[in-house]
């Protein structure tokens, strides 16, 4: 079992930046693949980014390319996301979500994961 925390979120102009974390507490992280969402009020939770086990593969949505990179430090059982040129659409509540065993290919799915993180509010103003 493994329980997640996000955190650095906030509020920042457009064209800014910001890094999110997920602080995983709990046995095994190097065994867990690891997703970010997004949700926004009224919407279904989006697929952002995703990462192997050992830090490959990795993955983004096309809306992201490019801007936002995801990365991960085992030893520190964490994984980050380092959003730049972010716009008013990235504006949602930010999770992540872990999935035992490698990176498969439904790993745009929710369903695809099993442990969630409560998340984190970004917000960006035009």
């Known amino acids: 079992q493994v329980q997640l925390v996000e955190s650095g979120g906030g509020l920042v102009q457009a064209g800014g930046s910001l890094r999110l974390s997920c602080a995983a507490s709990?046995?095994?992280?190097?065994?867990?693949?690891i997703g970010w969402f997004r949700q926004t009020p009224g919407k279904e939770r989006e697929f952002v980014a995703a990462?192997?086990?050992?830090?490959?593969?990795?993955y983004n949505v096309d809306s992201v390319k490019g801007r936002f990179t995801i990365s991960r430090d085992n030893p520190k059982n964490a994984v980050y996301l380092q959003m730049n040129s972010l716009k008013p659409e990235d504006t949602a509540v930010y999770h992540c979500?872990?999935?035992?065993?490698?990176?498969?290919?439904?790993?745009?799915?929710?369903?695809?994961?099993?442990?969630w993180g409560q998340g984190t509010q970004v917000t960006v103003s035009s």
């Open positions: 979500a872990a999935s035992v065993g490698v990176l498969a290919h439904n790993y745009g799915l929710v369903n695809y994961y099993h442990h």
């Open positions: 709990g046995r095994s992280f190097s065994n867990y693949a």
């Open positions: 990462i192997g086990q050992s830090g490959t593969p990795s």
